[in-house]
């Protein structure tokens, strides 16, 4: 499983340091935080340093007041459901989008834009098939990825996941981009059943011989590689790492304090720094260091000796830090069989929770980012999978 990087806003420089360093990787272009021009110098400083790029269209819900996604040229200027799925809407969109962002952006494949899916719905059936129809007609050489943007609702039921599979087993395209809302905005999520129907869902789709890729993810989805997931998609601020869909409700956006974290990939925990003031006290800093095979330098000025609150380790570090540590992991969990997957998983996530619990008896918390609070539920969808899919996925492992 790889890890491409969820464009948000001033990720930028972040991209192209990791890509510099990783010699390689696929970014994901959001238009929500910058204009084609911007995405076009993007872009081609990506290529120069072996960097691939995708364009999300993010038209997820046309009905929204964020100026910047209604500045591009793709958008309808007065959108109306009935008239532009029925009307010359759509070739008007694909066009523009095909010829002003995906060809001279030199994407490594073209997103197809699709509506959010609250729940099923034969409405959302013929929108899709309407575009699908219309992306046919273009006859594009490059892989066609379908966007998935799933409600909580519709993830919670097993039933309608299934529904959706049906519907879904015969499009033409080369694969899916899962975009999910999490239940109640949660960053780690505790909802088993969600969990297992996400998981569950990825499954299905990798069944029909299809690429997925799961977007505004973060490390608590390393999960997905059971489902031989192919990517996840992850960024530096938590609206890239869980579906802000709030900014695409015209929902006004909340003002979060803005803390410097540090991700501890061994815990699957993240932590403030005065955190590992108390770590340091309590004799525990190094279980808390990030092991040398990361080769995540990012994090050495942390454990040095001196006590962590005086380096005044700065957010870009532990932006780069976290992703750099995901992209190891996100490699590590895909192993040469299912069940070597499936074990692996089971003693990353039980490790994880050994050292949660350690540390939080000495004090050390990682509050609502403290992958203790989930373990459980993690360790609870890999045996409910295993029951579900384990014997299929044995078998056809390296088919998929």
């Not at 790492?241 to 410097?260: C, D, H, K, L, Y």
């Not at 373990?375 to 078998?395: K, M, P, Q, Y």
Request: one cysteine or more.
């Amino acid at each position: 499983m790889d890890l491409y990087l969820q464009m948000g806003y001033g990720m930028k420089n972040h991209a192209i340091e990791l890509i510099k360093k990783w010699q390689g990787g696929t970014v994901i272009l959001s238009p929500k935080n910058i204009t084609l021009e911007q995405m076009k110098k993007t872009a081609k400083e990506l290529n120069k340093i072996n960097g691939q790029v995708l364009f999300d269209p993010q038209f997820y819900m046309p009905r929204i007041s964020q100026k910047n996604l209604q500045k591009h040229l793709y958008w309808p200027d007065n959108y109306s459901k009935s008239t532009f799925f029925n009307g010359p809407g759509i070739k008007n969109m694909i066009d523009i989008l095909l010829n002003e962002y995906i060809y001279p952006l030199h994407t490594s494949g073209f997103i197809i834009p699709t509506l959010f899916l609250s729940d099923i719905n034969n409405t959302w059936n013929t929108v899709t098939e309407n575009i699908i129809a219309e992306v046919e007609r273009k006859q594009i050489s490059i892989p066609k990825f379908l966007t998935l943007c799933l409600g909580t609702k519709l993830l919670e039921k097993e039933e309608s996941i299934h529904l959706l599979l049906e519907e879904l087993e015969d499009y033409p395209v080369d694969g899916f981009y899962i975009i999910p809302e999490h239940p109640n905005k949660k960053y780690l999520v505790d909802n088993e059943s969600w969990l297992l129907n996400l998981l569950d869902f990825a499954a299905g789709l990798k069944l029909l011989n299809k690429k997925v890729i799961l977007g505004y993810a973060n490390h608590q989805f390393l999960f997905m590689a059971l489902a031989k997931v192919d990517a996840l998609c992850s960024g530096i601020w938590l609206k890239t790492r869980v579906f802000p869909i709030e900014e695409f409700r015209n929902e006004e956006e909340g003002t979060a304090r803005r803390s410097v974290w540090y991700y501890c990939p061994q815990a699957l925990s993240e932590y403030q720094i005065p955190s590992l003031d108390l770590a340091q006290i309590a004799g525990l800093l190094e279980r808390l260091k990030t092991p040398d095979e990361f080769e995540s330098n990012y994090a050495d000025p942390l454990f040095t000796g001196v006590q962590p609150t005086i380096v005044n380790w700065v957010e870009r570090e532990a932006f780069r830090h976290y992703l750099n540590c995901l992209k190891k992991q996100c490699i590590d969990v895909s192993k040469d069989s299912y069940e070597n997957t499936r074990d692996y998983l089971k003693l990353l996530f039980e490790t994880a929770q050994e050292l949660s619990d350690l540390f939080r008896q000495n004090g050390i918390r990682a509050k609502h980012r403290d992958f203790g609070n989930v373990a459980e539920n993690n360790l609870a969808v890999l045996d409910a999978f295993d029951n579900i899919r384990g014997l299929v996925f044995s078998a056809n492992w390296n088919n998929l």
